[in-house]
């Protein structure tokens, strides 16, 4: 079982990775400790994840001309190194933007996809069908309430008769 880290140092460490934009190894180097106590130690995930989210609050709020550029960047980057992995490249540029890997790498796809390069559904084609899917809640909403209308006027009908 690993020993609890002191207060003091806790907070020089979430303090230094606030304000640092090293990743979690260099400031596991800093404070000469191994990258594992880092993350064991109460509070350092929250204060590194506020660090990270300090920018974006969600992928909605990123602006699509920085999407477009991160994912040229990760296309240029496999371009002019072969053999290298589509997820190594997005680390790389991920760490430069300070952009998650995995959230890039989703971009890329997607960008792939919009391209006519690979299988799926396109940004387009996606928001067209939302759009669809909730004008077509909106009518079956609708076609209720004219049912259940009809069906109360039928039965007043009956009832006069």
């Known amino acids: 079982m690993p020993r609890k880290c002191p207060d003091e140092f806790r907070r020089d460490v979430v303090r230094a990775a606030r304000a640092s934009d090293a990743p979690v190894e260099q400031i596991a180097r800093d404070f000469g400790v191994s990258k594992s106590a880092l993350w064991i ?10 660090r990270k989210d300090a920018g974006h609050a969600s992928s909605e709020e990123v602006p699509d001309e920085m999407r477009e550029r991160a994912a040229r960047l990760v296309r240029d980057k496999l371009a002019e190194t072969p053999g290298l992995t589509v997820t190594r490249a997005c680390r790389q540029v991920g760490e430069q933007l300070g952009i998650n890997t995995d959230t890039l790498r989703n971009w890329v796809k997607q960008a792939r996809i919009d391209a006519g390069e690979a299988p799926g559904t396109t940004t387009d084609d996606a928001q067209r069908i939302a759009q669809l899917e909730k004008e077509n809640r909106e009518l079956r909403r609708a076609n209720t309430i004219l049912r259940q209308a009809s069906a109360y006027f039928a039965q007043a009908e009956l009832d006069r008769q």
Not at 41 to 50: K, M, S
């Open 41 to 50: 130690a109460p509070g350092l995930v929250e204060g590194l994840i506020q």
